[in-house]
């Protein structure tokens, strides 16, 4: 009798156990649906693949343009597309500049399109935005467009030739100043320094304060120079007949480039005095770089020495240099702030 | 790294345009013809619609054309 008992009993917990299982699955599964239902349809064309292209691939983007530029964040915020169905409409389209964009599927099966104009928008809002009082608008723009040009390049080769053909070369035709200007930000891109040295000094600068408009736009016109002639090295030794200059120290950039070229000698020791010099004349940051794999293995000891002497390495960091006929992996230690 | 916040960018489906235009009580006027392109004056319907936008006080319709949406994010940026 006794044993009958234990047994109901057990059957009975059993029981209980099984419909505590099936209320829990059941709950979950009414919880979690609408947000599976609302996941698959990001895969399905339409609405949610759109929107699922879009903050993907730019989120992405723009993550790896911060770590590339050694964490600082060059671009201030991530991306969210919003349908205007799917919020209140009362709070949005009435400040000025309020904007409801169109996004398509049907007629831009590859997004291209729609990643373009997004990109376009959200830079515009982006990157530096507080930069826009110190620096021209000129050099405001060709750093957007430089990123938007590095990002839509790295996206898809559709989604680059669009870029190309309907944003930047209808600017291109229309103003010498940006032209020039665009091709000096591509060979300083294409050499590594855009993101990790200018951008980064750009940030840097609008951090410290205190700054004057005209003298600042000066010397990030200028910095833009010293960049490209290091950028365009062969070309301004042809001209010049010396190395470009490997250090900027004005009012508000003060910067020192140490370039660990071709093994002759076994003796690092000028580098290492390069970086010591720029720091005892006032430098922020020195940028140590060398590309190709004898240079990497160079560079790496020369910084390795100039943290041993204390100098605060901040960073370090790989990149490929593009030549007109290869390119090269390279390698840049950051130090100083 | 932690992400910073995200800014939200609105958008219209291509397939939603006139629930938009409805809500904000211009659609007859977009049906028939009766918007223009506040960039390039082209007349605006629903097939070349790019989008909208307040400007000066106003809700201001754009054509899809890239110039023109180029010419909204200059007019944003001049704001």
């Known amino acids: 009798m006794l044993y009958e008992n234990v047994e109901r009993k057990e059957k009975q917990m059993s029981e209980l156990v099984k419909d505590i299982i099936l209320v829990i699955v059941t709950a979950m599964v009414f919880w979690a649906l609408p947000k599976i239902i609302k996941k698959v349809k990001t895969f399905l064309p339409g609405r949610g693949k759109t929107k699922r292209i879009i903050e993907k691939g730019i989120n992405k983007e723009i993550q790896s343009m911060v770590e590339e530029s050694c964490g600082v964040n060059i671009l201030r915020y991530g991306i969210k597309v919003e349908w205007d169905e799917d919020v209140d409409n009362t709070t949005y389209l009435t400040k000025e500049g309020d904007v409801v964009v169109k996004l398509s599927y049907a007629h831009d099966k590859n997004q291209s399109r729609s990643f373009t104009k997004v990109l376009m928008l959200y830079l515009e809002e982006s990157f530096m935005p507080e930069a826009k009082p110190f620096i021209s608008n000129i050099v405001h723009d060709g750093c957007k467009y430089t990123i938007a040009k590095e990002i839509t390049f790295r996206k898809d080769t559709e989604v680059y030739r669009h870029f190309l053909a309907a944003y930047l070369s209808p600017l291109l035709s229309e103003g010498r100043l940006f032209e020039q200007l665009m091709k000096k930000l591509e060979l300083i891109s294409q050499r590594g320094s855009f993101r990790s040295v200018l951008l980064r000094e750009l940030f840097f600068l609008l951090e410290s304060g205190n700054l004057s408009s005209s003298v600042m736009r000066d010397e990030v016109r200028r910095f833009i120079d010293f960049l490209w002639n290091i950028a365009n090295k062969k070309e301004y030794e042809k001209e010049h007949r010396e190395e470009p200059p490997l250090s900027f120290i004005n009012r508000y950039i003060k910067i020192q480039i140490v370039l660990v070229k071709r093994r002759e000698t076994e003796d690092l020791s000028h580098h290492i005095r390069a970086g010591e010099i720029a720091f005892s004349q006032g430098a922020n940051a020195a940028y140590v770089a060398g590309w190709g794999e004898e240079n990497i293995i160079d560079t790496k000891k020369t910084a390795e020495k100039l943290a041993e002497k204390g100098f605060n390495l901040v960073r370090e960091l790989t990149f490929n240099a593009e030549f007109p006929e290869e390119v090269i992996p390279g390698i840049c230690f950051v130090f100083g702030r | ?79």
């Open chain 2, 1 to 79: 790294m932690k992400r910073q916040e995200k800014l939200a960018l609105r958008a219209v489906y291509e397939k939603d345009i006139e629930k938009l235009l409805e809500s904000l009580g211009i659609l007859d006027d977009v049906k028939n013809g009766q918007q223009n392109c506040y960039f390039c004056n082209e007349k605006v319907f629903l097939e070349n619609f790019g989008g909208i936008i307040r400007i000066g006080g106003n809700l201001e319709i754009f054509c899809e054309k890239i110039e023109c949406y180029m010419k909204m994010l200059k007019e944003r940026k001049s704001r």
